[in-house]
């Protein structure tokens, strides 16, 4: 590792000033949109400001960009998402926990917009959208989200799980069981009744069948254990 890739320790930089840190803060996030706006939340938070406005602008920003993402903008993007994540189950969920589990929801829009702009595969960010499942599962609990309305929406994630960005969400709800029992058992309800609609195919399990299908066994696999 060259000098110029060295990293900085914050013992270092706290030597520099706070004054001089501000600066050179404003500095970078007039050329760097991530840090800008990871910043702006944080400049919100520190005023006593209603930070969910916040982080749904956050939320907005990221989701209206276009540009090509290379290998390191991926890393920089889960980045910002990761911080995004923590915000809302730190600052959000403390200052409003009846907004958190819907912010939370939003950020699972991101995986498209991330997703169809690289090429590059992603695990960094398919890890972070694993951990922004329990922590919806964690929220909407600490929320007193009624379980049937929280079911539906998962049902309706798995089916357009298109990036993976929900492939650990049963096993978060089946996590949750000993404390949210109510929540596994109106999702086995929810699945159990879209099987048993009419398929109107032909075929002995159409595509979302085959979703609900597998969402029961993983539900029952993961309880089980």
Request: net charge negative; charged share 25%; aromatic share 6%.
């Amino acid at each position: 590792m060259s000098k110029e890739e060295s990293p900085i320790e914050a013992e270092a930089l706290a030597a520099v000033g706070t004054e001089r840190l501000a600066t050179l803060l404003a500095e970078v996030a007039m050329t760097n949109p991530g840090v800008r706006r990871r910043l702006q939340f944080e400049v919100s938070s520190q005023r006593g400001e209603d930070v969910a406005p916040s982080v749904d602008q956050w939320i907005c920003e990221i989701g209206e960009q276009t540009s090509f993402l290379d290998a390191q903008e991926v890393d920089e993007t889960a980045e910002e998402l990761d911080a995004m994540r923590v915000a809302i189950v730190s600052d959000i969920s403390g200052a409003a926990p009846n907004l958190a589990p819907e912010l939370m929801w939003r950020l699972f829009t991101l995986a498209g917009t991330i997703f169809e702009r690289t090429t590059e595969e992603g695990c960094e960010l398919s890890c972070i959208f694993d951990k922004a499942c329990f922590d919806l599962v964690d929220l909407s609990v600490k929320a007193d989200v009624e379980p049937a309305i929280f079911a539906e929406r998962v049902v309706a994630a798995i089916v357009t799980n298109n990036y993976g960005e929900y492939r650990a969400l049963i096993r978060a709800i089946a996590s949750a069981q000993p404390r949210a029992p109510a929540y596994g058992s109106e999702l086995k309800n929810s699945l159990q009744r879209s099987l048993d609609k009419p398929s109107g195919s032909v075929n002995s399990l159409d595509s979302k069948r085959r979703v609900f299908h597998q969402a029961l066994l993983e539900l029952g696999s993961f309880c089980a254990t």
